[in-house]
């Protein structure tokens, strides 16, 4: 009569979990995860407040262009800038604005009531909207270069740990000789590959985020040359 023999399958070098693997993992990749999450943390925190930004600058954006378009008094409109802060237009109109009092003093006009502006001073007011739209656009950039970094940089620190994990892994393999086996080397393996995936989980989000803001930030660009095209053609039909 034959006896069936019960075969116990080998025991989780990992203890069964997540726990259990990170556990296992070596001092050096501790390291890289621990920068690793710094990298995310942070991009996570510039992913969000820039989400923030943008969506207060969809809703004012429009609303204070609405409420330029009807007012009847730039002086009207520059009084409203102040509940308009968070949108780069209305910092546009603001610098063109001061501008445009500035040339004013300075005009020659026979009707101090009804001031004309030659082609040298609407030139000016041109040059002031341009550089508070660089301005704008220069806050708005701010954080840009963290989540262009961090998902160029992290895959290759995550790599790195792979790297140097799987060196230690077959290093052991080895020493061990003859009687090695896969169970020997796939700790360390599998502590290898955890750098790699938190690599990848930390610059998927940044190069999707990065991508998505630099979209929002050439729209918002187009935005202010239109308003500044407009707020020009207004100041020509007014003061020429």
Request: with cysteine; hydrophobic share 50%.
């Amino acid at each position: 009569m034959l006896m069936l023999l019960q075969v116990e399958p080998p025991a989780d070098p990992f203890g069964g979990s997540f726990s259990g693997l990170l556990a296992q993992t070596s001092a050096f990749a501790i390291i890289i995860l621990l920068l690793l999450l710094a990298f995310s943390l942070l991009s996570w925190t510039i992913i969000f407040r820039k989400w923030l930004t943008f969506r207060q600058i969809g809703q004012k954006s429009q609303a204070f262009i609405s409420m330029f378009r009807k007012s009847s008094r730039l002086s009207e409109v520059s009084s409203a800038c102040e509940l308009y802060r968070d949108t780069p237009i209305a910092g546009i109109f603001s610098a063109g604005y001061r501008e445009l009092n500035a040339q004013i003093k300075t005009a020659n006009s026979a009707d101090p009531n009804h001031p004309v502006l030659v082609d040298r001073q609407i030139v000016g007011i041109q040059r002031a909207l341009q550089r508070a739209s660089s301005a704008e656009l220069s806050i708005l950039e701010k954080g840009m270069s963290w989540l262009a970094t961090t998902g160029s940089v992290t895959p290759f620190i995550g790599l790195l740990g792979t790297v140097v994990g799987i060196i230690s892994a077959f290093s052991r393999l080895g020493f061990g000789g003859a009687t090695a086996s896969i169970q020997a080397v796939a700790p360390g393996i599998a502590d290898a590959l955890i750098a790699t995936a938190a690599g990848l989980f930390a610059a998927i989000p940044a190069v999707i985020a990065y991508n998505h803001f630099v979209a929002r930030m050439k729209n918002i660009a187009a935005e202010m040359d239109d308003f500044s095209s407009e707020f020009l053609n207004l100041v020509e039909r007014s003061f020429s």
